[in-house]
C-alpha cells in the first residue's frame, strides 16, 4: 500500500481490478482536494473497477471536504455508470457511517455498493 499524503493510501491490485483506498484520520483542505484529483485519476484508464473505501479511522471531517465529495459524486455519476463495477466501504463508527448514509441519500450511488464494518466482511478479497 502506497502512502499518498498524510489523509490516504492507495493500493492496486491489477489482477482483479480492485483498489483499495484507505483514509486516515483527518485531512486537512489541500491533502483532501488532492485526494480527489487522484480520485478521478483512477478513471483515466478506462477500465471497470472495483474499490474499497477502508474509512475506518476517519474520525473529523470539516463541511467543506463532505460537500466537495457531494459534488465529486454528483459530477462523476456518468463515469462511475461506465467503469464502476461496485464499491465497498468499511466504516465502523458511527460518525463516518451517518456522513455516509447523508450524502447518500442526497446523491444516490449509480452502482452497488455495501457498507462493512470490518474488511474482512468482503467477500471478494
Not at 31 to 39: A, G, K, M, R, V
Not at 84 to 107: C, D
Amino acid at each position: 500500500m502506497a502512502l499518498v499524503n498524510n489523509w490516504f493510501s492507495l493500493e492496486k491490485d491489477s489482477e482483479k481490478n480492485l483498489i483499495t483506498i484507505t483514509f486516515e484520520s483527518s485531512a486537512t483542505d489541500s491533502e483532501f482536494d488532492y485526494y480527489l484529483e487522484q480520485y478521478k485519476n483512477l478513471y483515466r484508464e478506462n477500465e471497470t473497477i472495483t474499490i474499497i473505501f477502508d474509512a475506518r479511522k476517519i474520525n473529523n471531517l470539516s463541511l467543506s471536504q463532505i460537500f466537495k465529495k457531494a459534488a465529486l459524486m454528483q459530477s462523476m455519476k456518468a463515469i462511475h455508470k461506465k467503469q464502476l463495477k461496485h464499491f465497498y466501504v468499511v466504516a465502523n463508527s458511527n460518525y463516518t457511517i451517518n456522513i455516509i448514509k447523508s450524502m447518500f441519500s442526497i446523491i444516490k450511488p449509480v452502482v452497488p455498493y455495501n457498507i462493512y464494518n470490518t474488511i474482512e466482511e468482503i467477500t471478494i478479497l
